[in-house]
């Protein structure tokens, strides 16, 4: 590394400090101060600052969602969390995975979502690529309990071990023939867990 890139990111590291700093006292002009920094960490540094202080707005909070920077957006997944007029789900699409699964998590964090959603979750749930965005949708699916989510998670029983496991805990608010049949057919998986969750779930129905 030269001189100049270290002197550069000596720099940022401080930026980003004094960010994450002002979060904590409070200090909005300061942290605003680099909210457009280059520096795509000082970005995400600033987002969680503004937010710990309060001074957060929603529409900034879709504008991060679209930054270039995958560091950014991701935080900006996790931000929207507690937001109830900013949905994650526009990043369900993302071209990272791992921001994709983690807004399939945002989006069962928050408990609602709107059909649009539920619809994307349920094809993320039965075709991407990643088990790991897959079962981060299943688990939405299961936590967000809208009925248009259902056969998504039936489709997810017969998915490979760790999918199938979060697909019949998702089944829990759910009930009807498919629902019996699936959880019966779960409780003889060769997956321990898997069938640990099924009788979980049947003797609490």
Known sequence: MSRYSEDNHHA???R????????????????????????????????????????????ELRVALGDPSPEV?????????????VSPAPLLDDPSDDIAE????????RGFEDLGTVTRLG?????HSNPLV?????AALGAIGHPAG???ILRATTDRVAVRRRAVLALAPFDGPEVEAALRRAAK?????????????TDTN
Do not use: F, Y
């Open 73 to 85: 957006r991701l935080r900006a997944v996790v931000l929207s969390v507690g937001r109830a007029q």
């Open 16 to 59: 980003r400090r004094d960010a994450v700093i002002a979060g904590h006292a409070g200090d909005e002009a300061k942290a605003r101060a680099a909210q457009d920094n280059d520096d795509p960490r000082v970005r995400a540094s600033v987002l969680g600052a503004l937010d710990r202080m309060g001074a957060l707005a929603d529409e």
């Open 150 to 152: 259902l056969q998504a």
């Open 102 to 109: 983690t807004a399939a998590w945002a989006c069962g964090e």
């Open 134 to 138: 897959r079962e981060a949708a299943v």
């Open 189 to 201: 998986d060769r997956d321990w867990q898997t069938r640990d969750a099924a009788e979980l779930l």
């Open 123 to 127: 094809e993320l749930a039965a075709g």
């Open 12 to 14: 940022c590291g401080i």
